[in-house]
């Protein structure tokens, strides 16, 4: 029987970052999917930065980037057609490396991931296949997998396994765990199409928060244009099998004869969070354990979110040790986490979906009132809090995401990520406070921990530190408007603590050891 470090059930998005992470760190994984091919259509268009440095990781980043647009910002359009509310994009040079949000092409993105899994000699990818039963006890999980076509069936062992398998997941029900339904439930279509001719459209992705007929409007990468709109009480989704219904609609946002429609189905948005996240070695992630009206662009993001958080975790505990403590952790800091992120999606779904003429009205006069005096929050990632609980400690930058600088490396920039390794980072901006770790050098060491100075020129560094070069001063900046010297940050790039001198430093190592599981 083969044993696997990870058996991971379900390849969209969330299951091929896992997977890719969890294999470009050595762990010998198998992934089971029930199809053959990607799925040849987008659900997801848009995609943040936070994503972007998860797939980082995967080693697709860099190639998906040329394909993606940066995200153009949101306005609001209220019943009169003038803007109530808007989106505005961060402009560069971004915090985390990439562009707040990017649109782009969702099966270009599955084909980079899947050809990263076949690259690797540690992946073993079972297509047309499913896992039709496991079991599990105290130190494996013994999964059979079977042949969709065959009927084949083989049994493999492995220390986790992970149910990515989408909204309705089968490990989820297999392990008999319920979501708790936030309450959100409509039918909207959602056309893709490609634009053949200019043609007059908005400059910015749009919510026409219209009562007759509610609708986004959102520019893709390249030609790709896409509009989801609100299915009225009296429609059903079959209304729309009848191409010239669709046009019809359409017609009310652009002139629909300058595009070339690649596909249009209909949706039925809800929102719901898992109650349970994990059995002791069997873990769900993204759609299998949450799901979210698409409002933010946030249901990809926060699979992402949670395959990262995971991966780590996983690759920590395969290196120094199961510990019950850590893993219970993937849950406590991704569940609130993700919930409140699914509370905003939903909070923008009702306002943008509005039916009633007067509550639409009314509801435009407040956000105007808002916008006109400052009062409205018109940064998209404001609505995507900092990890609240888990390996954290209480530091008010713990939870929140490091910076990603620009790096010179051998005279052309280079992203901190794509020199630093999925592990655990001391990073200060000072020879001077490296030399606090010296006592705790070979324990650092042990855990995978990395050293880094980060400065402004080239500048001698201790033994085992790495000196980096920043290009421009974006850690700078943020190092001196956080007033510390010296961060540590966990392997997905949540600082867990920030640093003020070398007792600080020794307590904080202390607490992250005994949160490890490794304080024996
Ligand atoms: C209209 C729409 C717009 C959206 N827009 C955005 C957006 O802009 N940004 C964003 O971040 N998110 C968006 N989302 C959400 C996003 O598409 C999903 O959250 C994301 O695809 C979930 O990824 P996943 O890998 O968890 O699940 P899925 O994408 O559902 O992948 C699950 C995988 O598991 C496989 N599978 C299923 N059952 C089995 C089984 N029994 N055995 C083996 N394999 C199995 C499936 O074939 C599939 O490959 C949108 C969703 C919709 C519907």
């Known amino acids: 029987m083969q044993h696997f470090d990870v058996v991971i059930s379900g390849c969209g998005p969330t299951g091929g970052v896992l997977a890719n992470l969890?294999?470009?760190?050595?762990?010998?994984?198998?992934?089971?999917?029930?199809?053959?091919?990607v799925y040849p259509t987008p659900r997801a268009i848009v995609l943040d930065w936070e994503a972007m440095?998860?797939?980082?990781?995967?080693?697709?980043?860099?190639?998906?980037?040329?394909?993606?647009?940066?995200?153009?910002?949101?306005?609001?359009?209220?019943?009169?057609?003038?803007?109530?509310?808007?989106?505005?994009?961060?402009?560069?040079?971004y915090a985390l490396g990439w562009p707040s949000t990017s649109t782009f092409i969702q099966?270009?993105?599955?084909?980079?991931?899947?050809?990263?899994?076949?690259?690797?000699?540690?992946?073993?990818?079972?297509l047309g296949c499913t896992v039709a039963d496991f079991t599990e006890d105290t130190s494996r999980v013994i999964v059979t997998i079977a042949d969709s076509a065959t009927g084949a069936r083989e049994t493999a062992t492995a220390a986790v396994l992970v149910g990515c398998d989408g909204a309705n997941s089968e490990i989820r029900k297999r392990l008999g765990f319920s979501l708790e339904d936030y309450r959100f439930d409509e039918w909207w279509i959602v056309v893709d199409a490609w634009q053949l001719c200019d043609t007059e459209l908005p400059r910015k992705t749009t919510q026409y928060c219209w009562p007759s007929r509610p609708a986004t409007y959102v520019v893709g990468p390249g030609n790709l244009r896409r509009w989801e709109i609100k299915l009225l009480a009296h429609e059903s989704p079959a209304d729309f099998d009848d191409p010239a219904r669709l046009r019809a609609v359409m017609a009310n946002y652009v002139d629909i004869r300058c595009f070339d429609i690649w596909r249009s189905a209909t949706y039925r948005f809800a929102a719901r969070v898992g109650d349970r996240w994990a059995s002791r070695r069997v873990f769900l992630a993204g759609d299998a354990v949450h799901q979210t009206p698409p409002f933010l662009g946030q249901g990809l993001c926060a699979g992402l979110r949670d395959a990262f958080n995971l991966a780590w975790k996983l690759?920590?505990?395969?290196?120094?040790?199961?510990?019950?403590?850590?893993?219970?952790?993937?849950?406590?800091?991704?569940?609130?986490?993700?919930?409140?992120?699914?509370?905003?999606?939903?909070?923008?779904?009702?306002?943008?979906?509005?039916?009633?003429?007067?509550?639409?009205?009314?509801r435009d006069r407040t956000l105007r009132a808002e916008l006109r005096e400052?009062?409205?929050?018109?940064?998209?990632?404001?609505f995507i809090p900092n990890l609240a609980n888990g390996i954290l400690v209480d530091d008010p930058l713990s939870g929140s995401l490091m910076v990603q600088p620009e790096i010179v490396s051998q005279d052309r920039a280079r992203l901190m990520d794509d020199i630093c390794p999925m592990a655990f980072l001391y990073v200060t901006a000072n020879a001077a406070a490296q030399a606090w770790m010296e006592p705790h050098a070979d324990a650092w060491r042990r855990i995978g921990g990395q050293r880094i100075v980060i400065q402004s020129s080239v500048q001698p560094a201790p033994d085992g530190?790495?000196?980096?070069?920043?290009?421009?001063?974006?850690?700078?900046?943020?190092?001196?408007?956080?007033?510390?010297?010296?961060v540590i940050v966990r392997p997905d790039r949540y600082v867990y603590a920030t640093v003020q001198d070398e007792n600080d430093l020794a307590r904080k190592l202390t607490r992250l050891d005994a949160q490890l599981g490794l304080a024996d």
């Open 107 to 126: 099966p270009e993105l599955e084909k980079m991931l899947r050809r990263a899994l076949s690259l690797r000699a540690n992946v073993t990818m079972k």
């Open 374 to 382: 400052g009062r409205m929050t018109t940064t998209r990632q404001a």
């Open 53 to 93: 440095r998860a797939l980082q990781y995967c080693g697709v980043a860099h190639t998906l980037f040329p394909s993606t647009r940066p995200h153009p910002g949101t306005d609001f359009l209220g019943v009169d057609g003038e803007i109530i509310k808007l989106f505005d994009p961060a402009p560069p040079p």
């Open 465 to 486: 530190v790495t000196a980096l070069v920043e290009a421009g001063d974006i850690f700078a900046k943020w190092a001196a408007a956080n007033s510390t010297a010296a």
């Open 22 to 37: 969890l294999a470009a760190q050595g762990l010998s994984v198998c992934v089971v999917e029930r199809f053959p091919e």
């Open 315 to 362: 690759v920590f505990a395969q290196r120094h040790g199961w510990s019950d403590a850590l893993l219970s952790t993937y849950e406590t800091e991704r569940k609130p986490n993700v919930a409140k992120v699914i509370q905003h999606a939903k909070e923008f779904g009702l306002i943008i979906g509005e039916m009633d003429e007067a509550r639409a009205l009314e």
